[in-house]
């Protein structure tokens, strides 16, 4: 597949190309090109030029094309959704569903754009303004750079994408290299749809050139990007030489505590659904460290245990599959490196752990304690239970704190007043009450705390972090 660029679908000026490869066969699905510097500023230049007339545009009319777009997903679902399965590995049932989240993001932002409203201010508040008259009006940023990981490629494209477009903003998509390809057919939709071809470019290759450029150029008002931690820190440093804006959404070691009150039932339900099954535990706001209270470790094991053993793991594309693999044979061998490296430390590994190219069986990781690095701010990209104990509610916020992240969390617990001293003490963007940390509703602001990230996304902000405002007075008017 080609670069969407300038309206024409191109190759690399110097002819690179990467490939793109099934991770649960081996198998060469496609290349794209590998983007040079050369290819970026054809992007940036369109962009810049591109952007005024966009946000000329009747908010109605762009909210049409987005609306068309939409339309469109549904004709081409079942291609997508295989196309989705092939390059990552995701379980066609999941492929299948996420496009649900894409129709209702877009379509959500285009009623949020409807109620953007300005602001007036009170008359005569100030002494010596009286007959002054100031409103204040919100306008695009400009030209925004959306970096989206491989992990929830379709999700975080309509997170980023669709607020900045619908706002009157031009857009140049980078997406992971591991899995472009759906992206790219996305692109080739909302071009499809009416989105002008210098309001919506997708540069493929190198992150680290590609992403670096972006956030270095000033011409570009805004990067959104959802990854790593050092790459976040990396995109803010860069773009503070332009004083350009950034929304980071990074990398996190959620805990999961469960108190001694908990349904264990329950609790383990949450925790094997969204660490093992949903994307095999490449999320970033998942449950991490598994916090049990002392008393009910034994229950909550093998309880968690047993549900691991009927996970059916196999063909991505086979309907009955609950999990795939991970992103590429790469990214299993690092995760079977961090659990190598926690049972050196002195932990046992009591369940899984077995590598098969890029499949991993769910790993259960028992005697976990507070001086391992899994338990502070080791990130393990993979579905791994790393098991802690503790005694006191005290001891499990501490544990829960001790870490650079500070993305999600959760508790479990029958008594609302643990459960709220709980939320309230423990450092982290969002708080799951009787469920595990892996929740985002799109109508929630989502983001981080600490080196997790900066700015939130969601149908209530989101289009306030791609717009800004202007202050215009009628002086000596009234």
Same mark, same amino acid.
């Given at each position: ?16 190309? &990467?490939?793109?490869? $099934? ?14 510097? /050369? ?21 109605? *009319? +762009? ?11 549904? *004709?081409? $679902? ?8 092939? *390059? ?80 009157? $903003? ?10 472009? &390809? ?25 992150? #680290? ?9 000033? +011409? ?18 860069? #773009? ?25 039932? +329950?609790?383990?339900? *949450? ?15 998942? #449950? ?10 034994? !229950?909550?094991?093998? $309880? ?27 990214? !299993? ?15 046992? &590994? ?24 899994? #338990? ?48 309230? /003490? ?53």
């Amino acid at each position: 597949m080609k670069m969407l660029i300038n309206g024409q679908r191109t190759g690399a000026s110097d002819g690179g190309v &990467l490939e793109v490869c $099934n991770p649960a066969t081996g198998a060469l699905l496609d290349t794209v090109p590998a983007a040079t510097a /050369a290819d970026l500023e054809r992007a940036l230049t369109a962009a810049q030029k591109g952007w005024p007339a966009w946000a000329g545009t009747p908010l109605f *009319e +762009r909210g049409a094309i987005l609306r068309r777009f939409v339309r469109s997903i549904d *004709e081409h $679902n079942e291609e997508l959704s295989l196309l989705l399965c092939r *390059e990552m590995g995701k379980p066609i049932s999941e492929a299948r569903n996420d496009f649900g989240s894409v129709k209702h993001l877009f379509n959500g932002f285009v009623e949020a754009a409807n109620q953007l409203t300005g602001m007036t201010m009170p008359l005569g508040v100030q002494e010596g303004r009286e007959k002054d008259f100031e409103l204040a009006i919100r306008e695009p940023l400009g030209v925004v750079a959306c970096i989206i990981p491989f992990n929830a490629p379709l999700v975080l494209f309509s997170h980023k994408v669709a607020p900045a477009l619908i706002a009157g $903003n031009a857009v140049i998509v980078k997406p992971a290299s591991d899995d472009p &390809l759906v992206l790219l057919r996305l692109g080739e939709l909302l071009w499809e749809a009416g989105v002008p071809g210098d309001v919506f470019q997708m540069i493929t290759g190198s992150g #680290a050139q590609i992403g670096s450029l972006l956030a270095g150029d000033p +011409r570009v008002a805004k990067v959104s990007f959802t990854g790593s931690t050092e790459v976040g820190l990396a995109i803010a440093r860069a #773009a503070a030489a332009n004083m350009g804006h950034t929304g980071l959404e990074l990398g996190g070691n959620a805990p999961f505590v469960v108190m001694a009150d908990a349904d264990i039932d +329950r609790a383990a339900a *949450e925790a094997a659904a969204g660490r093992a099954t949903y994307v095999t535990g490449q999320i970033c706001n998942v #449950a991490k460290r598994f916090l049990i209270h002392r008393s009910v470790k034994a !229950a909550f094991t093998a $309880n968690l245990i047993d549900r691991l053993q009927k996970i059916i793991i196999g063909d991505p594309e086979d309907p009955a599959t609950q999990m795939g693999t991970l992103i590429s044979e790469s990214a !299993a061998r690092e995760v079977e490196r961090q659990v190598a490296h926690t049972v050196s430390q002195g932990a046992k &590994l009591i369940y899984g752990g077995v590598r098969s190219g890029a499949y991993y069986t769910p790993a259960v990781l028992d005697e976990v304690t507070g001086a391992m690095d899994i #338990a502070h701010d080791m990130e393990v990209f993979g579905p791994v239970f790393p098991l802690l104990t503790f005694d006191t509610l005290e001891e499990a916020i501490d544990l829960s704190n001790d870490t650079i992240f500070g993305l999600g969390a959760g508790i479990m617990t029958g008594d609302m007043s643990i459960a709220l001293r709980f939320a309230m /003490a423990v450092q982290a963007g969002s708080v799951i009450i009787n469920g595990q940390s892996f929740y985002r509703s799109f109508m929630m602001p989502f983001g981080g705390y600490k080196q997790s990230g900066g700015g939130r996304e969601g149908l209530t902000v989101s289009l306030q972090e791609v717009t800004q405002l202007k202050s215009i007075v009628f002086k000596n008017v009234l």
